[in-house]
């Protein structure tokens, strides 16, 4: 698995990189940043994805 830019991460989740962005500073979804821009791991998106499915319950 890779490592997404935020707009790579908002287009695989549909939402917006602002969204992403408030994720990140929120600490829902671990990212690392590399010069300006925030990376984010495919298995972070995965795991979002899994415990927004479990809240939904």
């Known amino acids: 698995m890779g490592l997404l ?8 989740l549909a ?3 602002v969204t992403i962005r408030r994720m990140i500073a ?3 979804l671990p990212a690392i940043k590399i010069g300006t821009e925030y990376r984010i ?3 972070d998106i995965h795991a979002l994805i899994n415990r927004l499915k479990i809240a939904e319950v």
Do not use: L
């Open 26 to 28: 929120r600490g829902d």
């Open 15 to 17: 939402v917006s990189k």
């Open 41 to 43: 791991d495919e298995a």
């Open 5 to 12: 830019t935020t707009d790579a991460a908002g287009q695989y």
